[in-house]
């Protein structure tokens, strides 16, 4: 078992600093194993820390899946609109390291979007090699055309200022104008260029699935620990309360 140093553990899972892990300690709401450690220096196993009462979240890293409303956008810098990590608890941007969207989805795309502080699994499901599956939900501007479905499903289609086809894809047309789109890559904006490239404006899109891990009954602005010991479902951030089931 891994003895790690309360208060950088504190500090690094985004829940103070070091002094004010201090501080906490002092006052009694950390406790190990049940017990108020002698000081905040203690080496302890993460496992056996409580705060106010709670096991510490996710200390073997973190992997959360988010409804990303639309509107929002997935960068950490000002000046392109709302971002993401403002929908998103302040101590996850305060860890170390620092959570951050497996790969992204542009502004005017809903749906599931995976966070985690994990390095090596951002490589994982964003590698064009993982041929991770990512499903879209698409609505476009006119009535769908059966010849898309080859089209897309062949490895030939060329996005605009690009050298290499597209992967095939997947298209299951669910009505004149809706369809769900499957791919195993994710070039920039590359749903709505490759339907641009056969002369279709995605007017909608959303995604919900990526990989094994499915949107289903998370609202927007919600999120859930997927890779914890706790899975927990957050309530929503008040902006986005009025979409909360009954
Ligand atoms: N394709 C797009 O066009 N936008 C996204 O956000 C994701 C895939």
């Known amino acids: 078992m891994k003895l790690r140093r309360l208060d950088q553990l504190l500090s690094s899972l985004g829940y103070c600093s070091r002094k004010e892990a201090a501080d906490l300690v002092k006052e009694g709401r950390v406790l190990v194993s049940g017990v108020s450690p ?14 106010d009462g709670s096991p510490l979240e996710a200390v073997d890293g973190l992997v959360a899946m988010f409804h990303k409303p639309l509107g929002y956008v997935c960068t950490h810098s000002d000046g392109e609109g709302p971002t993401i990590y403002e929908l998103l608890p302040q101590r ?8 951050t969207s497996v790969g992204r989805l542009d502004k ?13 699994l951002v490589h994982r499901f964003t590698s064009p090699k993982s041929e991770v599956e990512k499903v879209y939900l698409v609505e476009v501007d006119r009535d769908l055309d059966e010849t898309l479905i080859s089209t897309f499903a062949s490895g030939t289609v060329m996005l605009r200022g690009e050298s290499k ?5 997947q ?8 369809a769900s789109l499957t791919l195993t890559e994710g070039r920039y904006h590359q749903v709505r260029r490759m339907f641009a490239s056969q002369g279709w404006h995605v007017e909608k899109l959303h995604r919900e699935r990526f990989g094994e891990y499915l949107l289903g009954d998370l609202q927007p602005g919600q999120w859930r ?10 309530p929503l951030h008040p902006e986005f309360a009025d979409h909360e089931q009954e």
């Open 165 to 169: 086809p597209c992967l095939p894809a």
């Open 171 to 178: 298209l299951k047309i669910t009505s004149a104008r809706s």
């Open 92 to 99: 996850w941007s305060n860890r170390n390291p620092a959570i």
């Open 108 to 120: 005017d795309t809903s749906g599931l979007l995976l966070v985690t502080d994990v390095g090596t």
């Open 38 to 51: 002698k000081k905040a220096e203690s080496k302890v196993d993460a496992h056996a820390v409580t705060l």
């Open 225 to 234: 620990i997927v890779e914890s010991s706790s899975i927990t479902t957050h």
